[in-house]
T-cell receptor, first 116, second 109 residues
Protein backbone atom coordinates (compact mmCIF):
# COMPACT_ATOMS: atom_id res chain seq x y z
CA UNK A 1 0.00 0.00 0.00
CA UNK A 2 0.93 3.65 -0.15
CA UNK A 3 0.78 4.36 3.56
CA UNK A 4 3.45 4.36 6.26
CA UNK A 5 4.35 0.79 7.08
CA UNK A 6 5.69 -0.35 10.46
CA UNK A 7 7.04 -3.73 11.45
CA UNK A 8 6.60 -5.67 13.60
CA UNK A 9 3.06 -4.79 14.57
CA UNK A 10 3.58 -6.55 17.88
CA UNK A 11 6.78 -7.40 19.73
CA UNK A 12 7.04 -9.16 23.07
CA UNK A 13 10.48 -9.31 24.60
CA UNK A 14 12.15 -9.90 27.93
CA UNK A 15 13.71 -7.26 30.11
CA UNK A 16 17.28 -6.60 29.08
CA UNK A 17 16.89 -7.67 25.45
CA UNK A 18 17.61 -5.60 22.33
CA UNK A 19 14.77 -4.56 20.02
CA UNK A 20 14.56 -3.03 16.56
CA UNK A 21 11.43 -1.41 15.15
CA UNK A 22 11.23 -0.57 11.48
CA UNK A 23 9.41 2.21 9.64
CA UNK A 24 8.91 2.46 5.89
CA UNK A 25 7.59 5.96 5.08
CA UNK A 26 5.51 7.08 2.15
CA UNK A 27 7.68 7.25 -0.95
CA UNK A 28 9.08 10.73 -1.51
CA UNK A 29 8.47 11.94 2.03
CA UNK A 30 11.65 13.58 3.30
CA UNK A 31 10.54 14.08 6.90
CA UNK A 32 10.17 11.14 9.27
CA UNK A 33 9.16 11.16 12.92
CA UNK A 34 9.04 8.66 15.75
CA UNK A 35 6.54 9.04 18.57
CA UNK A 36 5.84 6.86 21.60
CA UNK A 37 2.38 6.37 23.03
CA UNK A 38 2.00 4.93 26.49
CA UNK A 39 -1.32 3.59 27.73
CA UNK A 40 -3.84 6.36 28.31
CA UNK A 41 -1.57 9.05 26.94
CA UNK A 42 -1.20 10.93 23.69
CA UNK A 43 1.76 10.36 21.40
CA UNK A 44 5.05 11.77 22.69
CA UNK A 45 7.74 13.02 20.30
CA UNK A 46 10.98 11.04 20.19
CA UNK A 47 13.00 12.00 17.12
CA UNK A 48 12.73 13.73 13.76
CA UNK A 49 14.69 13.05 10.58
CA UNK A 50 15.03 15.34 7.60
CA UNK A 51 16.57 13.17 4.94
CA UNK A 52 19.27 10.97 6.43
CA UNK A 53 20.13 13.12 9.42
CA UNK A 54 18.46 13.30 12.79
CA UNK A 55 17.46 16.95 12.95
CA UNK A 56 16.14 16.67 16.49
CA UNK A 57 16.55 13.72 18.86
CA UNK A 58 15.65 15.66 21.99
CA UNK A 59 12.70 13.40 22.74
CA UNK A 60 14.72 10.21 23.11
CA UNK A 61 14.40 9.33 26.80
CA UNK A 62 17.97 8.09 27.34
CA UNK A 63 20.99 6.63 25.56
CA UNK A 64 19.40 3.20 25.32
CA UNK A 65 17.32 4.59 22.47
CA UNK A 66 18.80 5.24 19.06
CA UNK A 67 17.36 5.68 15.57
CA UNK A 68 18.86 5.67 12.09
CA UNK A 69 17.75 6.46 8.57
CA UNK A 70 20.83 5.65 6.49
CA UNK A 71 19.42 6.17 3.01
CA UNK A 72 16.82 8.77 3.76
CA UNK A 73 13.91 6.37 3.48
CA UNK A 74 13.46 3.44 5.88
CA UNK A 75 14.18 4.16 9.53
CA UNK A 76 14.95 1.82 12.41
CA UNK A 77 14.38 2.63 16.06
CA UNK A 78 16.73 0.64 18.27
CA UNK A 79 16.25 0.03 21.98
CA UNK A 80 19.02 -1.57 24.02
CA UNK A 81 18.63 -3.29 27.39
CA UNK A 82 14.87 -2.94 27.32
CA UNK A 83 13.02 -2.14 30.53
CA UNK A 84 9.39 -2.73 31.47
CA UNK A 85 8.78 1.01 31.26
CA UNK A 86 9.61 0.90 27.55
CA UNK A 87 6.35 -0.94 26.91
CA UNK A 88 4.28 1.29 24.62
CA UNK A 89 3.09 1.73 21.06
CA UNK A 90 5.80 3.23 18.90
CA UNK A 91 4.37 5.33 16.09
CA UNK A 92 6.15 6.42 12.96
CA UNK A 93 4.96 9.28 10.77
CA UNK A 94 6.18 10.88 7.58
CA UNK A 95 5.43 14.08 5.72
CA UNK A 96 6.31 15.51 2.35
CA UNK A 97 8.10 18.44 3.87
CA UNK A 98 9.35 19.43 7.26
CA UNK A 99 6.84 19.98 10.00
CA UNK A 100 3.12 19.60 10.54
CA UNK A 101 2.56 23.20 9.45
CA UNK A 102 3.91 22.69 5.97
CA UNK A 103 2.59 19.24 5.31
CA UNK A 104 0.23 16.73 6.83
CA UNK A 105 1.77 14.00 8.95
CA UNK A 106 0.80 10.49 7.91
CA UNK A 107 1.03 7.95 10.70
CA UNK A 108 1.68 4.24 10.58
CA UNK A 109 -0.33 1.73 12.56
CA UNK A 110 2.36 1.49 15.18
CA UNK A 111 4.50 -1.21 16.73
CA UNK A 112 3.25 -2.40 20.10
CA UNK A 113 6.20 -3.29 22.32
CA UNK A 114 5.69 -5.31 25.48
CA UNK A 115 8.63 -5.86 27.79
CA UNK A 116 8.08 -8.67 30.28
CA UNK B 1 7.39 24.59 27.71
CA UNK B 2 4.40 23.63 25.63
CA UNK B 3 1.53 21.63 27.00
CA UNK B 4 -1.86 20.50 25.76
CA UNK B 5 -4.65 19.62 28.19
CA UNK B 6 -7.79 17.71 27.30
CA UNK B 7 -9.80 17.66 30.53
CA UNK B 8 -12.30 15.01 29.44
CA UNK B 9 -11.13 11.41 29.08
CA UNK B 10 -14.56 10.19 28.02
CA UNK B 11 -17.48 11.92 26.35
CA UNK B 12 -20.78 10.26 25.58
CA UNK B 13 -23.53 11.94 23.56
CA UNK B 14 -26.69 10.91 21.76
CA UNK B 15 -26.87 10.91 17.99
CA UNK B 16 -28.04 14.29 16.76
CA UNK B 17 -26.93 16.12 19.90
CA UNK B 18 -24.16 18.73 19.87
CA UNK B 19 -20.70 17.65 20.94
CA UNK B 20 -17.82 19.79 22.17
CA UNK B 21 -14.34 18.50 23.00
CA UNK B 22 -12.29 20.82 25.14
CA UNK B 23 -8.64 21.60 24.54
CA UNK B 24 -6.48 24.09 26.42
CA UNK B 25 -2.86 24.81 25.74
CA UNK B 26 0.14 26.65 27.09
CA UNK B 27 2.79 27.95 24.71
CA UNK B 28 5.00 31.01 24.85
CA UNK B 29 5.11 31.76 21.12
CA UNK B 30 2.66 31.62 18.22
CA UNK B 31 1.06 28.19 18.28
CA UNK B 32 -0.39 26.14 15.50
CA UNK B 33 -3.24 23.92 16.69
CA UNK B 34 -4.53 20.68 15.26
CA UNK B 35 -7.10 18.01 15.95
CA UNK B 36 -6.19 14.41 15.16
CA UNK B 37 -8.64 11.51 15.21
CA UNK B 38 -8.26 7.76 15.51
CA UNK B 39 -11.24 5.64 14.53
CA UNK B 40 -11.52 2.07 15.73
CA UNK B 41 -8.85 -0.14 14.13
CA UNK B 42 -7.54 2.73 12.02
CA UNK B 43 -4.39 4.80 12.22
CA UNK B 44 -4.10 8.28 13.65
CA UNK B 45 -5.03 10.92 11.08
CA UNK B 46 -5.38 14.67 10.81
CA UNK B 47 -8.92 15.96 11.24
CA UNK B 48 -8.36 19.67 10.96
CA UNK B 49 -5.88 22.47 11.60
CA UNK B 50 -6.76 25.95 12.75
CA UNK B 51 -4.88 27.76 9.99
CA UNK B 52 -7.12 26.14 7.37
CA UNK B 53 -10.25 27.56 9.00
CA UNK B 54 -12.31 24.84 7.40
CA UNK B 55 -15.04 22.48 8.52
CA UNK B 56 -14.21 18.80 8.20
CA UNK B 57 -16.94 16.18 8.60
CA UNK B 58 -19.07 18.90 10.20
CA UNK B 59 -16.44 19.69 12.84
CA UNK B 60 -15.08 23.15 13.47
CA UNK B 61 -12.56 24.51 15.94
CA UNK B 62 -11.78 28.09 16.83
CA UNK B 63 -8.49 29.21 18.27
CA UNK B 64 -9.09 31.52 21.24
CA UNK B 65 -5.74 33.02 22.15
CA UNK B 66 -7.20 34.92 25.12
CA UNK B 67 -8.46 31.73 26.73
CA UNK B 68 -5.67 29.60 25.18
CA UNK B 69 -8.27 27.15 23.94
CA UNK B 70 -8.99 25.24 20.75
CA UNK B 71 -12.26 23.43 21.40
CA UNK B 72 -13.67 21.09 18.76
CA UNK B 73 -17.38 21.33 18.04
CA UNK B 74 -20.02 19.62 15.96
CA UNK B 75 -23.69 20.67 16.09
CA UNK B 76 -25.18 17.23 15.35
CA UNK B 77 -23.12 14.19 16.31
CA UNK B 78 -23.29 11.03 14.19
CA UNK B 79 -22.53 7.46 15.20
CA UNK B 80 -19.52 7.42 12.86
CA UNK B 81 -18.00 10.23 14.95
CA UNK B 82 -17.26 7.71 17.71
CA UNK B 83 -13.46 7.75 18.00
CA UNK B 84 -10.49 8.94 20.01
CA UNK B 85 -9.70 12.63 19.46
CA UNK B 86 -6.36 14.26 20.18
CA UNK B 87 -5.64 17.95 20.32
CA UNK B 88 -2.08 18.82 19.29
CA UNK B 89 0.14 21.88 19.21
CA UNK B 90 3.20 22.93 17.28
CA UNK B 91 5.23 26.09 17.09
CA UNK B 92 4.75 28.04 13.88
CA UNK B 93 8.25 27.17 12.70
CA UNK B 94 8.48 23.92 14.54
CA UNK B 95 8.20 20.40 13.28
CA UNK B 96 7.17 18.37 16.30
CA UNK B 97 3.72 18.00 17.75
CA UNK B 98 2.75 17.99 21.41
CA UNK B 99 -0.39 15.94 21.95
CA UNK B 100 -2.99 15.98 24.66
CA UNK B 101 -3.98 12.75 26.38
CA UNK B 102 -7.04 12.36 24.17
CA UNK B 103 -10.81 12.20 24.57
CA UNK B 104 -12.82 9.09 23.71
CA UNK B 105 -16.12 10.06 22.14
CA UNK B 106 -19.03 7.64 22.03
CA UNK B 107 -22.11 8.59 20.06
CA UNK B 108 -25.13 6.54 21.09
CA UNK B 109 -28.12 5.87 18.87
Amino acid sequence: GAGVSQTPSNKVTEKGKYVELRCDPISGHTALYWYRQSLGQGPEFLIYFQGTGAADDSGLPNDRFFAVRPEGSVSTLKIQRTERGDSAVYLCASSLDAGPNTGELFFGEGSRLTVL
Amino acid sequence: AQRVTQPEKLLSVFKGAPVELKCNYSYSGSPELFWYVQYSRQRLQLLLRHISRESIKGFTADLNKGETSFHLKKPFAQEEDSAMYYCALSGRYDYKLSFGAGTTVTVRA
